[in-house]
């Protein structure tokens, strides 16, 4: 197995956790690094941190121990044995830079968090989409089957408030993130794939990479270890083939005939909200399954949790489906931030083409069946994801009746010369079907705009991975303001 990260050695063994000394976090506030600081502070590990800017989070770490300062300075390093970054921190952050010259360990924040599972039994769920909901699915069903899991997600379970939490349990159900390699470190029991799809190429360069990876991924399950994979995805299912011929157990789920666990009758109630399906069992037999979230796609997030529950870890089948009935879904995963005046403002973290399609098309269903329009706002994420994939985004945009396309969130990236959001409106325009494509504007004239546009009965849906999530909470204020006029 190789690393596939010049920076970080993903094939070597991970320290043990009582060798770390202090940690210290560069950019604790992060979802994944907050998650991994969690779970080192329910363990006992002194830890300190920095960020760039307070935040809820960062007052939560402090209640639970940590030391955290707001800034990058130096001296924040002083005294810390172990450093944790990501792979969005530079060379040339002043910490970084600190502790490299101090001889501290560097640890990628994968590596910090095995560190905490090495003496655990853990469940990795990769995919380009669908892992952190199929992360949170399979921590609730566990839990549901009294099997009390640690867990690391890349969201807050909303019913749980909480991204991450050391029970002291032997499972351990931890995110896998594929964007940087990082998911080869953690030598999984159970390994759940969602999809395989070209996604972080700026990372790995073409798909034939990604698919490599994801083969890595799987061929780093320990020794009788299961894969369960998707088999409505083509990538998936080709994987499955893979491990099949290297002898691993694996077990397939979804819609497609040929699946392990096959489901049918997928149907929403009269809101769109809540749905049922039935299971198609491996054994035989069927099983109705009832979810409180929306949409096909979160069926088939549930299935996985499903399998990987009952066949990896043996748990109770009936206890884990009441777990999925009453899962209420993850932070900015399809978030109902609230409703005035009749329009319901939802949120989503989604960010590649196959996540805003299968979001903007559940969210598009859930408006009809309300007799109202559904209104999106978008930010696209990375501008080489927007030069990729702008077809794929105009494609999974089209169901919506207003689409307000905002500037490009660089995050990582420097600006790159044409790449604009201009590049998703035109092909955007082109497609069949009536649709409002409106491009740029600051936070407050889009929160204006939607809120003058919206009517009783419509569903506004802010979507993207940069800093949009604000943009929902300046809609209801605007919602607001307009309803006492």
Known sequence: MTSRNPRFDFSHEVPGLETLGRVHFIAIGGSGMSAVARVMLARGVEVSGSDGRDSPVLETLRGLGARVVVGHDAANVAGADTVVISSAIPETNVELAAARAAGCLVLHRAQGLAATMTDSRPAAVAGANGKTTTTSMLTVALQAAGLDPSFASGGELTGQGTNAAWTGGDLFVVEADE??????VYRPEVAVVTNVQPDHLDFYGTFAEVEAAYAEFAASLRTGGLLVACADDAGSRRLAGVAVERGTRVLTYGFDESADLRLSDHRADDEGIGTTSVLHL?????????????????????AAAYLAATAGFDADPLLVLDGLAGFDGARRRFEVRGEVG??????????????????????????ARRGGRLHVAFQPHLYSRTRDFADGFAAGLAPADTVLLLDVYGAREQPMEGITSELVAGPLRDLPGSRTVTVGGTFAAAAAALAATAAPGDLVLTVGAGDVTELAGLVLDALRAAGER
């Open 342 to 367: 009749g329009v319901t403002v939802v949120d989503d973290y989604a960010h590649n083409p196959g996540k805003v399609a299968a979001v903007v098309g559940t969210a598009a269903d859930i408006a």
């Open 179 to 184: 964007s940087d390699g990082s998911f080869l």
């Open 282 to 302: 491996p054994g035989g037999g069927t099983a109705p399954m009832r979810l409180a979230t929306p949409g096909r796609h979160n069926a088939l997030n549930a």
